[in-house]
């Protein structure tokens, strides 16, 4: 899916997303995340945030020096 999902795992009612953060090697060397309450984070706005996190991941990426 190109990101992680912590459904209430650690915390009841807290939801997590991350987005993995590539190096040279194409290896994930860092990632971005964001918490928050489940209601906040719901199937609508998660869509949301993965696509803005995504790329900003990419753009890390690429500062870091993944051509991927």
Do not use: H
């Amino acid at each position: 899916l190109g990101f992680a999902l912590d459904d209430e795992e650690m915390a009841s009612g807290v939801r997590c997303i991350a987005v993995p953060v590539y190096d040279y090697r194409n290896s994930v060397r860092f990632s971005i995340g964001v918490s928050g309450p489940k209601a906040s984070l719901n199937a609508a706005t998660i869509e949301a945030y993965v696509r803005r996190m995504q790329e900003t991941a990419k753009k890390l990426s690429a500062a870091i020096g993944n051509t991927r």
